[in-house]
């Protein structure tokens, strides 16, 4: 491995492990201008004792810096437990909407139902505003009477149709278990401004250890955005293409494609079928 790619693994497994380079220095007994050298990829073939105390003290496999598969009693404890599938992923994000969990028809229904309109109007005027809604542009109630307003209907309320449609995707607590136990995860979202820490707390996204949860509206971009991929990348701290993204919308998927992630579409409607297709990508 050439020293550039040897940097630039060793440092984001220092982000990976939360600490700033010169936290890192103190627990490794390294000099600051070494580190920094180190992560330019500035000095030339770096001692492996260097390089197997960084990644002890990150908790990193020392193969999964060096491309060599280590032998015998004589590598460092290491501490992490989590796995490379054979497609190369260490990190998986998942999608809410359409993925974790599934609204749409039935809150549109509904709307349509109390407001006495079509329900493709409905839909037409959420999707015409919800990226200002998802970025944090404007707030939900700004966001409820300009829908509201067009439907010339009394006061529209998309956190109450939400939430009393909102479901479960099937399969989906049983997957993000098996995932988490494996591999890093997080969830990226297209969502309005306290909708995720809310189906946390109803227990409607499964209670696991997510690494980084991505809210478009505390990102200010929504996907398909470079913007929130990129943010993505930097809070997973991993490279482009260790990453794999789950998400049911095809122009997502295909912006995480050109920012080099790996992608899998999720069926919502065939959610079987789908999370055994995650399942095999997933091997290891």
């Known amino acids: 491995m050439d020293e550039k790619a040897l940097g630039k693994r060793l440092q984001l497994a220092r982000k990976r492990a939360g600490l700033t380079q ?3 220095c103190q627990k490794a007994g390294l000099s600051y201008s070494t580190l920094a050298k180190i992560e330019r990829g500035a000095i030339r073939s770096p001692s492996v004792f260097t390089v ?6 990150t908790g990193t496999l020392l193969e999964d810096l060096v491309d060599f598969e280590t032998k015998g009693d004589s590598s460092p404890a290491l ?12 990190f998986v994000y998942f999608d809410v909407n359409g993925t974790l969990v599934r609204f749409y028809q039935r809150a549109f229904t509904q709307a349509a139902h109390d407001l006495g309109v079509a329900a493709d109007v409905v839909e037409n005027l959420f999707w015409r505003h919800n990226d200002d809604l998802s970025s944090g542009r404007i707030r939900l109630e700004d ?5 509201s307003g067009e439907l010339g209907a009394p006061q529209f309320d998309w956190h109450k149709y939400y939430m009393d449609n909102v479901q479960a995707m099937p399969g989906m607590d049983e997957l993000l278990r098996w995932t988490s136990e494996y591999y890093e995860i997080g969830i990226l979202s297209n969502n309005a401004p306290g909708f995720i820490d809310e189906l946390k707390s109803k227990g409607l996204i499964p209670d696991v250890e997510f690494k980084t949860i991505v809210d478009s509206c505390k990102v200010g971009a929504t996907k398909p955005e470079a913007k929130i991929y990129e943010a ?9 293409g260790e990453i794999l993204l789950i998400d049911d ?18 069926d919502e409607d065939n959610p079987e079928d789908s999370i055994t297709k995650i399942k095999k990508y997933l091997e290891f």
């Open 79 to 90: 501490a992490s437990a989590k796995k490379r599938s054979k497609t190369g992923i260490r």
């Open 232 to 240: 993505a990348q930097e809070l997973a701290a991993m490279e482009a």
């Open 143 to 147: 966001f409820n009477r300009e829908i």
């Open 249 to 266: 919308t095809r122009p997502f998927l295909t912006a995480a494609d050109q920012a080099g992630w790996q992608v899998l579409w999720f």
């Open 22 to 24: 010169q936290q890192l």
């Open 52 to 57: 197997a105390n960084i990644a002890s003290v």
